[in-house]
């Protein structure tokens, strides 16, 4: 496939995602969840008008663009000029409340003197494997692309006027499809339709539709093909308002700020914009079913700048799920915790580096004790919230298991476990040269949160003691529950005492061995002393250390003279290699933000939050990372973790 590493504007509903460029190209399409199974590896489309050679919609030197969003919904619009046939085009994409459809309306508008012969044209390439091969059938209406398990059909409400199965490299570009063949083994496929002429100053409208269905929901390809014959017959026209009126229902119930109504200087119609597309952008991230939710839509399939996006982090999830809950999104918060995070642990405890949103295990190269602890942190925070102690009482378990497995991490760190028994030493450590220890994870060196460091880290440190503090009040909450069961509450105190012993180990381990006595500043970690924007997560979100500490204030000044940028935001880490290392990250400014609040020093929060809402997209999505130069997005737009801070900075300002 082509680099695509910008997906520019995204649109769904509970199981199709699509992904386009500013031009308008569809990138990606999802199904059954925002991360998998992503099928198009090209979607080309493109006008002949009279004689000429394919005009590409997408990509054309005659050709302007002009995209946005139909206003608090979920549907694009790309308005596309041709200037040299003075052809102008509204290309509109939203997918379909209830199907596994994709609607692509097109209005053509002719604006030349003269009359105009116009046909349109579909080039679609799949992804195709050896063990899973994409074949091509056309049908009167369109082209089903299948394998063994999906099918991606194209389809429109009038008959194809020309189509080719084969070698469409050949023939496309002088957009005149022929073809004897009707089937064959290609995953790159082509349709044409006629629209007829077009007379000076008239318009036309044409549609077409994508339907993407699991072929284990159809008994054959007859059934198949009966369903795309009625499914022809949409009235496109109503299903763009019930998605409109969906949308903007949606927008309104989780107006949890209440921007609407808000009068703050701070709220202008930027912020409200980048607010509205928060809104509308986290449910196109979550599964439906498991809960889980992706950091973004994917953009680096082949590795070549990342060890790729489209995966649930539960650390990036849990500050999510605070945003969830800012919003009015409960069921939302409670489906990832009760259900997501409840499938994805493991046996000792932990939660791994990432999975796929549907909660199996994805690729990973390490793990971080802070996924494990920043899960327990989160049940507690969406508690506070909600204050329903059955959410509470259904998650203890999980809590709790988690809780004992950061117990051992910390033996190993602190070198607390006995070992009296030589005997039994000898036995482990040999049982560990042959591989079989169960619990030897415990004896792993984390990686930080940024996954770029292994060792012992100051962020990593601070969430344990966040999590070791929301478990004790979770326990207190639960107490009386039990008060009638001696042994469980026996259990509550020797964990509760268990857990203000490490407390205070987790203190004494920073004072000594985080904390650098020369220059007066915190550590990132125990091998080096780069500065590094995690540092500040001993403050916020878990707060080992109050706002206005010496050394908590010396590490702020420091941080200032080395990460902030020229233009107010914050790189990662001194040295970050990820990316050039260059740009700042709207992450690590609205942390600063959250810092500046925490001091009480509403000024430089501001000037952080209106760093991160002038450098969003033109479509309002927050990216990764951001050009210092240009002050435009430059790797990720529309990450979730961004927009997660963004929700929680700007409730926090509101309050001020």
Request: proline share 1%; hydrophobic share 35%; aromatic share 14%.
């Amino acid at each position: 496939m082509s680099n695509k590493f910008f997906n520019d504007a995204v649109i769904g509903n509970k199981n199709v995602r699509a992904t386009f460029s500013s031009t308008g190209e569809l990138l990606r399409a999802y199904y059954p969840s925002v991360d998998f199974k992503q099928f198009v590896d090209f979607f080309h489309v493109g006008m002949k008008v009279n004689d000429s050679a394919i005009i590409y919609l997408h990509q054309d030197i005659n050709n302007r663009y002009n995209q946005y969003y139909t206003d608090n919904t979920n549907i694009l619009n790309t308005e596309i000029e041709n200037t040299y046939f003075n052809i102008k085009i509204r290309q509109t994409d939203f997918a379909l409340v209830k199907e596994n459809i994709i609607a692509k309306r097109y209005t053509i508008v002719n604006g030349n003197k003269l009359d105009l012969d116009l046909s349109f044209l579909v080039r679609s390439k799949l992804y195709s494997n050896d063990n899973n091969m994409v074949s091509g059938k056309v049908i009167d209406n369109g082209l089903i692309q299948y394998n063994h398990d999906f099918s991606f059909s194209i389809f429109a409400n009038k008959n194809i006027s020309g189509h080719r199965i084969n070698d469409v490299e050949s023939c496309f570009r002088e957009a005149v499809l022929t073809d004897k063949d009707y089937i064959g083994m290609s995953n790159d496929s082509a349709v044409s339709y006629n629209l007829g002429k077009l007379k000076s100053g008239d318009q036309i409208d044409f549609t077409l539709f994508i339907y993407i269905e699991n072929n284990n929901n159809i008994k054959n390809m007859e059934e198949l093909e009966e369903k795309i014959e009625n499914y022809k017959k949409i009235d496109v026209n109503k299903e763009y308002t019930q998605a409109k009126k969906y949308w903007t229902n949606y927008l309104e119930k989780h107006d949890g700020l209440n921007l609407r109504e808000n009068s703050n200087k701070l709220v202008n119609d930027r912020v409200k914009e980048i607010y509205k597309r928060t809104i509308l952008l986290f449910p196109l991230l979550q599964n439906e079913e498991t809960g889980g939710v992706s950091a973004t839509v994917e953009i680096d399939e082949n590795r070549e700048k990342s060890g790729r996006y489209s995966y649930c982090w539960p650390r990036d999830a849990v500050f999510i799920a605070k945003a969830f809950d800012y919003l009015n999104m409960k069921k939302e918060t409670d489906k990832f915790y009760e259900n997501f995070c409840k499938k994805t642990q493991s046996k000792n405890g932990m939660w791994e580096q990432r999975f796929y949103t549907d909660g199996t295990l994805a690729p990973c190269w390490g793990y971080q004790i802070d996924e494990t602890a920043s899960v327990i942190y989160g049940v507690y925070e969406h508690y506070k919230n909600t204050k329903e102690l059955k959410f509470l009482q259904s998650n203890m378990k999980m809590c709790e298991n988690a809780l004992h497995f950061l117990f051992k991490y910390l033996e190993n760190i602190f070198g607390e476990k006995e070992e009296k028994d030589l005997v039994k030493k000898e036995i482990e450590e040999q049982v560990i040269k042959e591989g079989r220890q169960k619990d030897q994870i415990y004896k792993h060196v984390s990686y930080d949160l940024w996954e770029m460091n292994e060792g012992v880290h100051l962020y990593s440190l601070a969430s344990i003691y966040g999590a070791f503090n929301a478990m004790i009040g979770m326990y207190e909450e639960i107490k009386p529950k039990y008060e009638n069961n001696r042994l469980k509450l026996e259990k509550i105190a020797k964990d509760i005492q268990k857990i203000k012993d490490e407390i205070e180990n987790i203190r004494k381990y920073v004072e000594n061995n985080l904390y650098d006595e020369n220059t007066k500043v915190l550590r990132r970690n125990t091998e080096d002393s780069k500065m590094d924007i995690s540092t500040i997560g001993a403050v916020y979100p878990f707060e080992l250390f109050g706002a206005d500490e010496k050394k908590v204030l010396n590490t702020v000044e420091k941080i200032n003279m080395t990460l902030r940028t020229y233009t107010g935001g914050y790189l990662r880490f001194e040295q970050d290699s990820y990316m050039g290392g260059k740009y700042p990250w709207p992450v690590t400014t609205l942390w600063m933000a959250m810092y500046y609040l925490k001091a009480g020093n509403k000024k430089m929060a501001q000037e952080c939050f209106k760093f991160v809402v002038n450098s969003t997209s033109s479509l309002g999505f927050i990216s990764e990372q951001v050009d210092n130069n240009t002050m435009k997005p430059s790797w990720a737009i529309g990450l979730g973790w961004s927009h997660a801070m963004f929700i929680i900075t700007l409730a926090e300002l509101l309050k001020l």
